[in-house]
């Protein structure tokens, strides 16, 4: 399949969108910066994650990266523009990345991170919110703003329903950078793949998504993930169930029990 344009994107600086074979890549396009974020970037991640989520051309969605580094963070030039902003302009400035966070955190396709260059600070941030996260083993990660005097505020809510609260203790209170491995370890990271097997990698588990995952069901499945920490246990059984028993009477179930007992193969993309 070829590149599907894009013209309601067209005047993005920063970052590039494109789709193919059911898969949309949104790619950080500021290597010269190291891929490092302002206000202007987030922006236009944000535009771009809406696009992509609504985008028929798109099934699953790709986070990628120019250049050496995946993303090292906050620009030197926007942090020290920061030292002039009142609390409210800082609110509004941290609600912006916030609302970032939260948008894919929530977004109804599976974000995956290929991270094949260090991950920073608030590039760390990206890499962790993502569903799945493959990375090249000379990566480094770390969230390193408390050696700054700053806070890891934001990705702190999500890291410790990711890897819990002990691990996201260590890494925000030390603010060490950690190897790939490392990352793996501590549940950052999914796969770590050789930098030439990095993009064919991460093709072929999006398409194998694609393929063999009904849209729907992981849609609804991401969202229970989202809201099931918040709920009470007796609370989060009975919204368990009702999902279920909805997920029983939509079509994509219908189908897919169907193709189970008549042994047939879905291919879900069609």
Same mark, same amino acid.
């Given at each position: 399949?070829?590149?599907?344009?894009?013209?309601?994107?067209?005047?993005?600086?920063?970052?590039?969108?494109?789709?193919?074979?059911?898969?949309?890549?949104?790619?950080?396009?500021?290597?010269?910066?190291?891929?490092?974020?302002?206000? /202007?970037?987030?922006?236009?991640?944000?535009?771009?994650?809406?696009?992509? /989520?609504?985008?028929?051309?798109?099934?699953?969605?790709?986070?990628?990266?120019?250049?050496?580094?995946?993303?090292?963070?906050?620009?030197?030039?926007?942090?020290?523009?920061?030292?002039?902003?009142?609390?409210?302009?800082?609110?509004?400035?941290?609600?912006?990345?916030?609302?970032?966070?939260?948008?894919?955190?929530?977004? $109804?396709?599976?974000?995956?991170?290929?991270?094949?260059?260090?991950?920073? &600070?608030?590039?760390?941030?990206?890499?962790?919110?993502?569903?799945?996260?493959? &990375?090249?083993?000379?990566?480094?990660?770390?969230?390193?703003?408390? $050696?700054?005097?700053?806070?890891?505020?934001?990705?702190?809510?999500?890291?410790?329903?990711?890897?819990?609260?002990?691990?996201?203790?260590?890494?925000?209170?030390?603010?060490?950078?950690?190897? &790939?491995?490392?990352?793996?370890?501590?549940?950052?990271?999914?796969?770590?793949?050789?930098?030439?097997?990095?993009?064919?990698?991460?093709?072929?588990?999006?398409?194998?998504?694609?393929?063999?995952?009904?849209?729907?069901?992981?849609?609804?499945?991401?969202?229970?993930?989202?809201?099931?920490?918040?709920?009470?246990?007796?609370?989060?059984?009975?919204?368990?169930?009702?999902?279920?028993?909805? &997920?029983?009477?939509?079509?994509?179930?219908?189908?897919?029990?169907?193709?189970?007992?008549?042994?047939? $193969?879905?291919?879900? /993309?069609?």
């Amino acid at each position: 399949m070829e590149d599907m344009p894009t013209q309601e994107l067209e005047d993005l600086r920063f970052i590039r969108y494109d789709a193919q074979d059911s898969i949309g890549y949104i790619t950080l396009n500021r290597p010269d910066k190291r891929n490092a974020l302002n206000a /202007e970037v987030v922006t236009e991640l944000k535009q771009a994650f809406e696009f992509a /989520e609504n985008d028929e051309a798109c099934k699953v969605i790709v986070l990628r990266a120019e250049g050496d580094v995946f993303c090292s963070g906050a620009d030197l030039g926007y942090i020290q523009e920061l030292q002039s902003f009142g609390y409210t302009d800082n609110l509004a400035d941290s609600t912006h990345l916030m609302q970032l966070f939260h948008q894919i955190y929530t977004l $109804k396709k599976v974000v995956i991170g290929q991270v094949q260059g260090h991950a920073l &600070a608030g590039g760390c941030g990206l890499a962790t919110i993502c569903d799945f996260a493959f &990375a090249v083993p000379e990566a480094k990660f770390g969230y390193t703003e408390v $050696k700054i005097g700053f806070l890891p505020a934001i990705v702190s809510v999500f890291l410790v329903r990711k890897i819990g609260e002990a691990r996201t203790k260590q890494l925000l209170l030390t603010g060490d950078v950690i190897s &790939a491995q490392a990352a793996q370890d501590f549940g950052l990271v999914n796969f770590l793949v050789p930098r030439q097997e990095l993009a064919d990698n991460v093709y072929r588990f999006a398409r194998r998504l694609c393929v063999e995952n009904s849209a729907q069901s992981m849609e609804i499945t991401k969202e229970m993930l989202a809201r099931i920490p918040e709920m009470p246990l007796e609370e989060s059984l009975r919204y368990a169930a009702r999902m279920n028993a909805e &997920a029983r009477g939509s079509d994509d179930c219908r189908r897919g029990i169907a193709a189970f007992l008549s042994k047939e $193969k879905i291919a879900w /993309e069609n």
